[in-house]
C-alpha cells in the first residue's frame, strides 16, 4: 500500500483522529540522507507527526515546521509539511549509530536528547507564523508532541509514533497516530480512549500486520464507532527548484557572489531535503552579478 492519511471523528463527537502510514516516504528520506537505523527511527517519527498535523491546517499554501533540538547527537531534526500533509526533513547527524536499549528497540530518546526543546512553526500565509515551543520530555517524540498540545493548545492528546527497521537498514514499516478529544468528552470517554490504546499495541506492530492506517485506527479505537472524514495519499515532496536556489543566491548580495565567483569560479547548491544539486556556472554567476547591479543603479 502506498503512504495515506486518514482523518476520522467518532459518532459521539467527543474524539476526532488521524492517522498515517509512512513506510515509503520515511524509506525515501532513509535514501536521501543515508541515515543509519536510529537516525532512519527518529526522523522517520517527526514526518509522520508533521504530517498529520500540516493536514489539519486550512487553506492551500499553508504549512508546518517541527523542530526537535534535543542535545543528543543527533542535532537538530527539521520537518516541514503542507497543508495536505506531503512532507520532507533532514537531520543534522544521519550517520549516529547508538547500541540497542536493553529490551532490543532503537534508542531513540538518547540519540534525541531530552534536555532541549520542541517548536512547532504554522505558517497561514498571515503577517507572522504562530510558534510554540515547549521542553522535551525525553526525546521519544510522540510523547513530547502529546506534551506539546497540552500545554500549548490546550488540547488532550494521545499521539503514537513508530519505524520498524529491517536488518538490512531498509524501513519495514513507519506510521502513526494522533487522537484528541474535542469539547464536551467526559471522564467516560478519556476511559475509553484509554482502554482502547492500552489494548491496541504498539504502532510498529499493528502496520507490520497490516500495513494500513484506517486499519491500525479501528484497532486504536476498538471501542468507538467513528466516521471517515478524509483519506488521501501522502509522500516525501520537496518544493525546491532552480529558481529557489537563484534567490538564495542572490539573497547573498554582490559582495559575497563576487568572492565566490573569484575563489570557486561557480556554485554548486544542494537541497538540503533532498538530493537536487544545481550547478551555476561563472557565466550564470556573472549574469545574476549584473542583473544586481542594474537593479541597485535603478534604486
Not at 526533513?89 to 520542541?118: F, I, M, Q, Y
Not at 517524540?141 to 502529546?146: G, N, T
Request: proline share 4%; aromatic share 4%; charged share 25%.
Amino acid at each position: 500500500m502506498s503512504d495515506q492519511l486518514i482523518r476520522a471523528i467518532t459518532r459521539d463527537g467527543f474524539v476526532k483522529a488521524t492517522a498515517v502510514s509512512t513506510r515509503g516516504l520515511t524509506e525515501r528520506a532513509r535514501q536521501i540522507h543515508k541515515t543509519l537505523p536510529v537516525a532512519t527511527a527518529a526522523l522517520g517519527r517527526t514526518l509522520a507527526a508533521v504530517s498529520m498535523m500540516g493536514n489539519a491546517l486550512k487553506g492551500d499554501g499553508s504549512s508546518v515546521t517541527l523542530q526537535i533540538k534535543g542535545g543528543g547527537p543527533l542535532g537538530a531534526i527539521l520537518a516541514v509539511s503542507d497543508n495536505e500533509g506531503n512532507v520532507r526533513g533532514t537531520v543534522d547527524n544521519p550517520a549516529v549509530d547508538l547500541p540497542l536499549r536493553p529490551d532490543g528497540k532503537l534508542d531513540v530518546g538518547a540519540a534525541v536528547g531530552g534536555s532541549g526543546t520542541l517548536t512547532v512553526i504554522r505558517d497561514l500565509h498571515m503577517k507572522e507564523p504562530y510558534v510554540g515551543s515547549v521542553g522535551l520530555l525525553g526525546g521519544e517524540i510522540a510523547e513530547d508532541l502529546a506534551a506539546y498540545f497540552a500545554e500549548s493548545e490546550q488540547i488532550p492528546t494521545a499521539c503514537a509514533l513508530g519505524v520498524l527497521v529491517d536488518r538490512d537498514q531498509s524501513v519495514l514499516a513507519a506510521g502513526g497516530y494522533l487522537i484528541q478529544l474535542l469539547p464536551g468528552a467526559g471522564e467516560d470517554v478519556i476511559g475509553k480512549v484509554e482502554g482502547s490504546l492500552l489494548a491496541a499495541g504498539t504502532v510498529t506492530e499493528l502496520l507490520k500486520k497490516q500495513d494500513d492506517p484506517e486499519a491500525m485506527l479501528r484497532t486504536a479505537l476498538s471501542d468507538f464507532d467513528f466516521e471517515i472524514l478524509e483519506k488521501r495519499p501522502i509522500a516525501y515532496r520537496c518544493d525546491c527548484s532552480r529558481d529557489r536556489m537563484e534567490r538564495a543566491l542572490i539573497s547573498l548580495g554582490p559582495t559575497e557572489l563576487e568572492q565566490i565567483l573569484d575563489e570557486q569560479g561557480q556554485a554548486e547548491l544542494t537541497c538540503r531535503f533532498c538530493d537536487n544539486i544545481q550547478m551555476f556556472t561563472k557565466t550564470d554567476l556573472e549574469g545574476l552579478l549584473e542583473e544586481m547591479k542594474k537593479k541597485s543603479k535603478k534604486n
